[in-house]
């Protein structure tokens, strides 16, 4: 089994920036690729960006694009998001998740392993 631990949400105003982190421990070996998804008051967990294995390749959702970085250290075994010029439309929930397969998805259900989430509010 692999545990994936969220850390860094909180309260930002409009504009402003926060560094999420997911620290991976346990069977570690079988985790492959790994992302970032994020769950609104109300709506479904949505896919917001994803690396894979070797942090070759990423790949976002397009509301966050040039304003979101994932990265990771496969020597740390953590992966970070790093968030900038955030919106109140970013406020939910924000978990972590890995999957065996080298590669990434952008589907929630490829995923193996979750967390249990960090929480993000943006105030206007």
């Known amino acids: 089994q692999v545990q994936l631990v969220e850390s860094g949400g909180g309260l930002v105003q409009a504009g402003g920036s926060l560094r999420l982190s997911c620290a991976a421990s346990?069977?570690?070996?079988?985790?492959?690729?790994m992302g970032w998804f994020r769950q609104a008051p109300g709506k479904e967990r949505e896919f917001v960006t994803a690396?894979?294995?070797?942090?070759?390749?990423?790949d976002y959702t397009e509301f966050v694009k040039g304003r979101f970085t994932i990265s990771r250290d496969n020597v740390k075994k953590t992966v970070d998001l790093r968030m900038n010029d955030l919106k109140p439309e970013d406020t939910g929930v924000y978990y972590c998740?890995?999957?065996?397969?080298?590669?990434?998805?952008?589907?929630?259900?490829?995923?193996?392993?979750w967390g249990q989430g960090t929480q993000v509010v943006v105030s206007s």
């Open positions: 998740a890995a999957r065996r397969n080298l590669d990434y998805s952008l589907r929630r259900a490829d995923y193996d392993y």
């Open positions: 690396i894979n294995w070797s942090g070759s390749s990423t």
């Open positions: 346990g069977h570690t070996l079988s985790t492959g690729a």
